[in-house]
């Protein structure tokens, strides 16, 4: 649970940047979904904007979830230092749609699509000059009028049962599906984990930020074992109601998810119950 290998990275970059250079650094939108990493960089001088106008100098760090390649030539053109920190799998989401707007298949994308990471895909794909509809389910995929060619790619932290079943109901819309399965290996395990914790546990815990996507399913994926699962950023939103007559408790924690905050939590569930922990 906790940090994948993209947050993780994502997250050195920025903190790196800030010991090693000189003048203002700035995330353009939170680095990761998590506000407590967010307030902690606050205070270790790491600015955050939400417009890259509003940037006057020094250096710009991109996002571990991405961005339109039109955001990144932005900044260049307003001469600021500009750090990557797309995570690779994302980056790869992006150069494959990018190679089937080549070979002219229209895209469908699996997403949320208010999500950043589905925002900097759709900037790639239509930079590219491709169609892109995003959907997040297979009832909007079944409504899609037919197409020729479609290439179905998924954001990364998407479950690979919906991928499956999108896939299945565009086969009926189109005369050739191209599936690229580009969802994270990271978000797989964590999903498996959290699932087999769920089926042991009469109640879950999932931390992590209230806007990350990744967290949210999991929650999800705990409560469709049929347990109880509260979603909550910090030990402040534990209630001892939620343990009250249980024995086993299972607590999991979303990628952007920083290790202090899982101990915590982990140190408050225990002090309100008593429970030995055994980490798995
Ligand atoms: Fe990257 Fe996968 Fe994490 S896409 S940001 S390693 S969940």
């Not at 932005?74 to 150069?95: D, E, F, M, R, S």
């Not at 000059?129 to 290439?151: C, Q, R, W």
Request: aromatic share 4%; proline share 3%; with cysteine.
């Amino acid at each position: 649970m906790g940090f994948c290998f993209g947050v993780r990275r994502a997250v050195d970059m920025v903190e790196r940047a800030r010991q090693t250079l000189s003048g203002p650094v700035t995330t353009l939108g939170p680095i990761i979904h998590s506000q407590q990493v967010v307030e902690h960089h606050k205070s270790i001088g790491i600015g955050l904007c939400h417009e890259l106008a509003v940037v006057q100098e020094g250096t710009v760090v991109l996002s571990a979830h991405g961005v339109s390649p039109v955001v990144e030539q932005q900044a260049v053109t307003q001469g600021l230092h500009v750090i990557n920190a797309t995570c690779p799998y994302v980056a790869k989401l992006h150069k494959a749609a990018v190679q089937q707007v080549k070979l002219g298949y229209s895209i469908v994308l699996l997403g949320d699509a208010g999500h950043s990471e589905v925002k900097g895909t759709v900037g790639a794909i239509e930079h590219a000059g491709g169609m892109v509809n995003v959907l997040s389910d297979s009832d909007e995929a079944s409504n899609l009028p037919f197409t020729k060619h479609i290439a179905l790619l998924s954001q990364t932290t998407q479950k690979l049962s919906t991928l499956a079943q999108v896939a299945a109901a565009l086969v009926p819309n189109c005369q050739e599906l191209h599936v690229i399965n580009t969802i994270c290996h990271a978000t797989d395990e964590l999903q498996s984990s959290a699932r087999i914790m769920a089926q042991q546990v009469e109640v879950a815990i999932v931390i992590g930020g209230k806007n990350s996507a990744n967290t949210k399913r999991l929650r999800d994926i705990c409560e469709a074992e049929g347990v109880p699962a509260y979603h909550i950023e910090t030990s402040s939103e534990l209630s001892p109601d939620w343990f009250y007559d249980k024995t086993r408790i299972g607590i999991t924690a979303g990628a952007s998810t920083p290790d202090w905050l899982i101990h915590d939590v982990t140190e408050a569930v225990q002090q309100m119950t008593g429970a030995e922990v055994a980490c798995e």
